[in-house]
Every structure is written in C-alpha cells, then in structure tokens.
C-alpha cells in the first residue's frame, strides 16, 4: 500500500468520523422517533462506507461481503421500525415544541387511504 | 528502468490516484450527509440529506475499492453492495416518510405546500383550495 493510499485513507476515515459524530448528536437530540430512526439509518450507512475504507486499508477483499450483509441487515431494520410508527397509535414521542407554532396545521387524523 | 516497468509503474500511480479520488469524494459525501443530518431544519429534509447523500458516499467508496482490488471477486461482492444500497435506501426513506406524515410530524414553518394534506392552510391562502 502506498503513501498516497494512506494518507487518503486516514482523511476518508476523519471525514467519515466527523460525519458520524454529527448523525449521533441527531440521535441523541432529534426531537422525535422517526429522526433518531433516520439518523441511526445514516450511521449505519457510514458504517457500510468505513468497512469498505477499512478493506482497501488491510488489502482484504472479503471484507467487503460485510458490506453487503451490513446494507441487508440496514434496510430489515429501518423497514421494521417504519412499520413500527405505522402502527403506533399514540403520538406522544412526535411533539416538537420548536415546530409547533407552524403555519401548517398538524396532519389530519389518519385516514384511510390507499 | 525498462519500458515494462514504468508502464507498470504508472498504471499502479494512476490505480492508487483513483482510488485516493474516490475515496476523498465518498467520505466527504458521507460528511455532507452528517452535516444535513445536524443542520436541517425537518424531519422530511432530514430525509433527504440522509438518503442522498449518504447513499453517494457509500457508493463511491465501493467504487474505491472496486478499483483498488480490480479482482472478480471485489468487483462482484462491490457492485452487489452498490445496486442493493440504491434499490434499498429509497424504499426505507420512503416508509419512514410516509409513516411520519400519517402520525402527523409537522414540517417546517417555510414548507410551501404538502401534497399529501389536502387542507393544508399554504395551499389555500394563495390559491383556491383545489378540488379532486
């Protein structure tokens, strides 16, 4: 591996870093359920991308089937917890107060539509 | 140095330039991804930077290491990676989405219209409110 492929690898993994730190502070302030889904739906994501810097830097292609178990095991999940606010019927965890004064009322009851 | 070699030499200079390219690129999209993650002001826009960006990155990563390896082996199990993240991601934003707008997460307060809430006050205050 060359000095070129190092030094590229190590700003990919600080870039990817920083990203990451950014989608966790989402998580842990997004002011409902469905953007702390969305946010670990991004860490997960940038987990995919670093397994695939993490095989370029050892010289293991096999890591890069990781990647793709990582994106089956991603999308299981994120569909799962979709399903999971579908169903819920409260909606005490989607109050943002910051939002609140809208000009958009909130969205109807849920109506039956196909 | 022969002839042989410097070809070489050069077609391993312009394998690891690519790669290096590739890799700067995928992991500042995955960045930007973050970025539009801290920084947007909705749920639906959360979204969007979300699936788009991150989507990117993530695939040109896999390029970088399609073209680091250049193996049958890396080629198939990266393209396998790419096509199933491109057919995935959009699925899952659009069920998260979708869900979110039925329990009635609000938009933001400069959204201009929502086609999915038919009395939606923004369309109606500059328009008459359409009939279906």
């Known amino acids: ?114 | 140095m022969n002839d042989a070699t410097l070809t070489l030499l050069s077609a391993s200079l312009l394998q690891d330039g690519a790669t290096s390219a590739l890799l700067i690129c995928g992991a500042t999209f995955c960045l930007l991804g973050g970025v539009g993650m801290a920084r947007m002001p909705d749920l639906y826009t959360r979204i969007q930077a979300a699936t788009k960006a991150g989507t990117l990155g993530v695939a040109l990563l896999m390029l970088a290491a399609i073209v680091h390896f250049a193996t049958l082996d890396a080629i198939v199990s990266g393209s396998l990676a790419i096509v199933f993240l491109f057919l995935t991601a959009p699925v899952a934003a659009h069920v998260i989405a979708r869900a979110s707008h039925r329990m009635g997460v609000q938009a933001s307060r400069r959204t201009v219209m929502d086609q999915l809430n038919d009395d939606s006050p923004s369309l109606s205050s500059h328009d008459p409110p359409q009939t279906r």
């Not at chain 1, 966790?24 to 995919?48: K, M, N, Q, S, Y």
């Not at chain 1, 579908?86 to 009322?105: A, C, E, R, W, Y």
Request: with cysteine.
């Open chain 1, 1 to 114: 591996m060359s000095d070129l492929l190092t030094i590229s690898s190590w700003i990919a993994g600080v870039l990817m870093a920083l990203g990451t730190l950014l989608g966790i502070f989402r998580i842990a302030r997004g002011p409902g359920l469905a953007d702390r889904i969305i946010a670990l739906d991004l860490v997960g994501t940038i987990a995919i991308g670093a397994s695939a810097i993490f095989a370029i830097s050892t010289g293991e292609p096999v890591y890069l089937l990781m990647c793709v178990v990582l994106g089956l095991l991603l999308f299981v999940g994120t569909v799962a917890a979709g399903y999971y606010l579908l169903t819920t019927k409260g909606d005490n965890m989607m109050h943002d107060p910051k939002l609140s004064s809208s000009p958009i009322q909130s969205a109807p009851t849920p109506k039956a539509r196909s």
